[in-house]
């Protein structure tokens, strides 16, 4: 497959990018507390650079202190002291021919006082449903304060370096919420009809163009539709569009949503790759400026279409280039196989964002991403014998990145086929794409010499017998079965034997255990027409699942009637239902054909024990240390693999 659009070059204003793949603006997590920019943001940009993307987008950065709405410290350049950290990220970046841009961000109400020290400030008082927190109304004053702000932190940025800047008017920030007629009530004359709403971003562009003159790229981000009942839809998009050229910007760069549908900001899998598009296709129609489309664009060949087909000018790969930095190089060189896929899980992306005790994103795919500094492959001095025994997402990596060190790998699997849980993961409604992970994982255990043995359950004396330096214990879990009476009936089946088609399901279905396997083997049942109940010891069902994929979750649960019940300890098991505890009262589900055990699992490690002290290293890592998810197996894995 030849990629002829997507590898040749375009202009944005006077900037000629090299190839349409862009890595568009995303939280990293790398920032100092005083906003500077850390050795990280040098190393993780450096990256995309040398993988061969065309332009990269540096995440939101405040031009106000006021402005900060990142979960973690916000980069800022709200002052001249940030230029010279700056400079250092665009000079690396440099050296690889690669073009860089800021995006300058305030996020308005989108924020919380504990952020920025102070009250969020908003075009009018009506707090974001999300945040939920009154905003002090901007004066008249104050929002041309703020037009000059945006307009010194542009030419900050081409102080510091920058080919060109992005002005975030995308994802209900604070010019959003200036455009939309939904959060903006003022009557001053940034308030009323359209064009007076869009007077604050129309003289942002211009202030900028003022103080960097009008060779210097601006690219204009929006959401193309809003996706809230009262906010901006694609229709009144176009004419923000048709108005931000006329206003000056060089290109349009289209996202979705606001802070109450984040789940298509940051859109799951369940979301299909390129939902997005049509948006970005819409507003090329309506100018004749650049058009960026973004949105789970996640393979090569959907990207190279929405080119082909003119619905937009370049492609940005947003979690696709947190999962392969070097996509476009891998593209070039047509090792399109090769390519680290983003598999939509949310989890190291969205779900760390949103984790207060995590300090940065990462990729459960891609371990390395956004630790570039600090876990990289090297390769070894001395060659070792290593034994993987496990042929989960744990075992699978360990093996890969070992073998690409220059150790000798050989992997066992005891089932026929690779892949463990986590290939029965992906079996589940909107889960496929973890295949192309296990695929992605073999392919490049392959290429580095990864010798892999299917069928073979590892015992001490196979070990003993092959005489390793290392072994790497990733034999996973199994599911929990706890004590509780009647649960040992024959009848009962095991959410993991249900989808991997090993036993045959009744009409109703009772799911004990409503966590993520519980529940995704009640929308594989679901999806089946089958009549499902969830009990549920904990208040809610999903717990354990990331919210925008939840969102998306619950919403198909919904429509097929699957029912639950919480906050109910299971007390006893019946032939056809349970006798469980709630609120202190004893009660009954009965009437079944079906009883679906999904009530967690367990560390299965038969190995360590027999084998330490006859084996000079040994690791133990993923769930065979302590059921979990393929996340922690596939990080723990990797840092065993770079060390060993
Ligand atoms: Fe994609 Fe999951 Fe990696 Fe996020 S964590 S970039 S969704 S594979």
């Not at 004893?586 to 084998?611: C, Q, S």
Request: charged letters at 25%.
């Amino acid at each position: 497959m030849k990629f002829h659009v997507l590898l040749s070059p375009i202009k944005i204003g006077t900037m000629e990018v090299k190839n349409r793949f862009v890595v568009p603006p995303m939280a990293t997590g790398l920032a100092l507390p005083n906003g500077n920019p850390t050795e990280g943001h040098i190393t993780y940009w450096a990256a995309r650079a040398k993988g061969g993307y065309g332009l990269l987008i540096v995440e939101a950065t405040a031009i106000d202190p006021l402005g900060k709405g990142s979960p973690w410290d916000e980069p800022g350049i709200w002052d001249d002291k940030f230029i010279p950290a700056w400079k250092k990220v665009t000079d690396e970046v440099h050296k690889y021919e690669t073009k860089i841009a800021i995006q300058l961000h305030h996020a308005g109400r989108q924020t919380t006082h504990d952020k920025i020290e102070g009250q969020p400030v908003a075009p009018s008082p009506i707090p974001c449903p999300v945040e939920r927190e009154m905003p002090r109304e901007l004066t008249t004053e104050e929002v041309y304060d703020l037009i000059e702000k945006f307009g010194d932190a542009a030419r900050r940025a081409r102080e510091a370096g920058f080919d060109a800047v992005e002005v975030h008017g995308a994802h209900g920030y604070l010019i959003a919420q200036f455009m939309s007629p939904y959060s903006n009530k003022r009557i001053d004359e940034f308030g009323g009809d359209f064009m007076s709403r869009m007077r604050f971003p129309v003289q942002i562009i211009k202030n900028i163009r003022r103080k960097v003159g009008n060779g210097y790229p601006v690219i204009f981000r929006i959401s193309g539709d809003e996706v809230v009942p009262g906010g901006r839809d694609i229709n009144d998009s176009r004419l923000v569009a048709r108005v931000m050229e006329e206003a000056g910007v060089d290109a349009i760069h289209v996202s979705c949503g606001v802070y109450a549908t984040t789940q298509y900001i940051i859109a799951p899998a369940a979301v299909p790759p390129g939902f997005n598009v049509y948006a970005a296709g819409e507003i090329k129609r309506a100018v004749n400026i650049p058009v960026i489309a973004v949105g789970r664009i996640n393979e090569p060949l959907l990207a190279e279409d929405i080119l082909e087909s003119g619905k937009a000018d370049l492609v940005a790969l947003g979690r696709e280039s947190l999962a392969d930095p070097e996509l476009p190089n891998k593209v070039a060189a047509g090792l399109t196989e090769e390519i680290s896929p983003c598999i939509g899980c949310m989890q190291a992306c969205a779900g760390y964002l949103f984790d207060p005790t995590k300090p940065n994103i990462s990729c459960l795919v891609n371990p390395f991403t956004v630790r570039e500094g600090e876990l990289t492959i090297e390769k070894t001095e001395k060659p070792k014998k290593v034994m993987v025994v496990g042929g989960g997402p744990g075992g699978l990596e360990a093996a890969w990145v070992s073998a690409k060190r220059g150790h000798e790998v050989t992997l066992y699997e005891k089932e026929n086929v690779l892949g463990g849980q986590y290939r029965i993961g992906a079996i589940p409604p909107t889960k496929q794409d973890i295949l192309k992970a296990i695929r992605y994982y073999i392919t490049m255990g392959k290429k580095y010499g990864v010798e892999y043995k299917t069928g073979v359950e590892v015992t001490e004396d196979l070990i003993a017998k092959e005489n390793p330096d290392v072994v790497i214990l990733a034999t996973g879990g199994v599911p929990l079965v706890p004590n509780i009476k009647g649960i040992n009936n024959p009848k009962f089946v095991k959410a993991v034997d249900i989808l991997e088609g090993k036993k045959e399901v009744g009409m109703n279905v009772l799911i004990v255990g409503g966590g993520m396997v519980g529940v995704e083997t009640a929308d594989f049942l679901g999806e089946h027409h089958h009549n499902v109940t969830i009990v549920e010891m904990l208040p809610e069902i999903a717990k354990d699942e990331q919210d925008a994929v939840k969102y998306f979750l619950l919403e198909r649960l919904n429509k097929y009637g699957v029912k639950a019940v919480t906050g109910a300890t299971v007390k006893e098991f019946l032939d056809d239902g349970v006798v469980f505890e709630k609120d202190g009262k004893e009660e009954r589900l009965t009437g079944f054909d079906t009883i679906v055990l999904a009530m967690g699992a367990k560390a299965y490690n038969p190995l360590e024990e027999k084998i330490k002290g006859k084996v000079p290293e040994v690791y133990v890592v993923g769930d065979a240390v302590k059921a979990r998810k393929a996340l922690e197996a596939i990080e723990e894995a990797a840092r065993v693999a770079i060390k060993i």
